[in-house]
């Protein structure tokens, strides 16, 4: 008679093939979920079962702003539970800066709960001074700070050695890391083209040229793009702009539990 063997966890050679995945906590090799307007039991269940496996969580856009702070509070305290990063989307602190109303933002920041900020320039324009001021600001009230890096208009090449400059520059005054601008389409923007293909001479060029690449987040939305960035920039590389429904996609495919990946170690298991 079979004897049923019982264990709490996978044995790690099935659970991690890849046998590099960095585990929670982690200083690199984050994934961050972009939240459209998830219901509050929708997002606690989301968190119940994906926390192990996820590590930023960015409201998207200026959608905060849509909901009553003691809904946002909810979420923000939910997330923090879990030991989790979360903040609103760049584009509200940019709003907020356009209209004057920077004061008002943190004031918010506090009353919401957000424990993250992130400060971009993908729609108006900030002066170094400017960049450097709120992510000194920001680090001084006591959150995470990450900046962003690019246009979300057509039309606005990334420049290999701004982003080098800049990199450098946002880390000595605070920031944590550089999300490289993808938007929530992934198509036609940063290192995409108008088919969402990754610019794979860019992407290269990138990681040849920044001191620390596990600094760089990726902005992905989409399969074939982070497949092609994880192939290239290693398991552990920075993925952004993760639908909430893709985040155990996206970990099966960090670690090894998908064919696209898979594949690619089976003669190194044999070797062994």
């Known amino acids: ?32 979920v972009m939240d459209k307007g998830l219901g509050l039991q929708a ?23 849509l909901l009553p702070p003691s809904f946002i509070r909810a979420k923000t305290l939910l997330a923090k539970s879990y030991g989790l990063r979360i903040m609103p989307g760049g584009t509200l602190l940019e709003i907020a800066i356009a209209k004057g109303m920077v004061d008002d933002f943190f004031h918010m920041m506090k009353e919401t709960g957000f424990n993250a900020i992130e400060v971009s320039d993908g729609s108006i324009t900030l ?27 057509e039309h606005n090449p990334f420049q290999i ?49 920044v001191p620390f690449p596990e600094k760089i987040m990726w902005e992905a939305p989409h399969k074939n793009q982070q497949l092609f960035i994880l192939k290239n920039a290693g398991v552990n590389a920075n993925i952004g702009n993760v639908a909430h429904g893709d985040v155990i996609a996206l970990e099966a495919l960090r670690r090894g539990l998908r ?10 298991y044999y070797e062994i």
């Open 259 to 268: 064919a696209d990946t898979f594949l690619d170690r089976l003669a190194f």
């Open 1 to 32: 008679m079979n004897r049923l063997i019982t264990t709490s966890k996978w044995p790690i050679g099935l659970s991690d093939p890849s046998g590099e995945r960095l585990l929670q906590p982690r200083s690199f090799g984050y994934t961050m």
């Open 161 to 209: 050695e701004e982003i080098t400059e800049i990199l450098l520059d946002d880390l000595t005054h605070g920031a944590q890391w550089m999300t490289l601008e993808g938007r929530e389409s992934g198509v036609n923007v940063g290192v995409f083209d108008t088919n969402g293909n990754c610019n794979v001479e860019l992407i290269g060029n990138i990681l040849a040229a």
């Open 127 to 153: 002066s170094r001074s400017e960049r450097r001021s709120l992510i000194s600001r920001a680090v001084e009230e006591g959150y995470t700070v990450c900046t962003e890096y690019g246009k979300k208009l």
């Open 43 to 65: 997002f606690e269940d989301f968190l119940a079962c994906v926390h192990e496996h996820i590590d930023i969580l960015k409201l998207g856009f200026g959608t905060s702003a």
